[in-house]
């Protein structure tokens, strides 16, 4: 089974539409993580919700909107999609957030063209 | 802020060779310290960590120590292999308890038969 999954694995839309990418875990983690990978490989925090509560936002543009449904569960809702969006976006899970380590999806690939 | 600085790759090495990677760090307090793997075309995986000064993380033939007073976490390996070809990241613990993790910008690793 797969830990942490994220769906759909490719994605490629136009500029301005609106566009979501979902996540589950099944490991019983309480954190889970939104971060994006660019053409350089370099790795952003996007977002961290614990037990359905946001805490991490960092600065990212509001066309941006994460929902944690239940702690098992962490989406990405993206409004008015723009050229720069493309990016390899991962979710990952943790269990508490002392930092022993994250489990990581294997990716959502999003190109705006 | 906290930050992570790496070694420049890609780093291309012949089967067997002995393998370093650099890795330093800035950051307030004693953060947990970690070493992640990307094969082509997946997510990250956590290779190994440490939690305090002097602790040694070790896994798959790979070792990286906690070195406090130079705030260094290189990563090594005796003898690598075509196997090992990815992308090596080096993370910290951010501070705040948000179980946010500060990744350097990656170090692709091609070993060669």
């Known amino acids: 089974d797969t830990a942490v999954s994220q769906t759909p694995k490719y994605l490629v839309t136009q500029m301005g539409n609106d566009k979501s990418i979902k996540c589950e875990q099944n490991?019983?983690?309480?954190?889970m993580y939104w971060y994006k990978q660019d053409s350089k490989k370099f790795l952003k925090i996007m977002f961290s919700y614990n037990n359905k509560e946001l805490i991490i936002n960092e600065t990212v543009p509001n066309r941006f909107s994460p929902k944690s449904p239940d702690k098992a569960h962490l989406n990405l809702h993206i409004n008015s999609l723009e050229l720069g969006d493309s990016a390899v976006y991962f979710c990952a899970s943790s269990q508490g957030r002392r930092n022993y380590g994250y489990t990581f999806g294997s990716g959502t690939r999003l190109t705006v063209v | 802020g906290d930050s992570v600085t790496q070694m420049e790759g890609p780093v291309t090495l012949s089967e067997e060779a002995f393998l370093t990677i650099n890795c330093t760090y800035t950051?307030?307090?004693?953060?947990?310290l970690f070493w992640y793997v990307q094969y082509p075309g997946e997510g990250l995986q956590l290779l190994l960590k440490a939690t305090k000064a002097d602790d040694k993380g070790s896994n798959k033939g790979f070792e990286a120590t906690y070195r406090k007073e130079t705030t260094s976490f290189h990563l090594e390996k005796g003898s690598v292999q075509v196997s090992d070809s990815a992308v090596y990241f080096c993370a910290l613990g951010g501070s705040g308890n948000t179980g946010k993790l500060i990744f350097g910008q990656g170090t692709t690793l091609q070993v060669k038969p």
């Open positions: 950051a307030t307090g004693y953060p947990s």
């Open positions: 490991l019983g983690h309480d954190t």
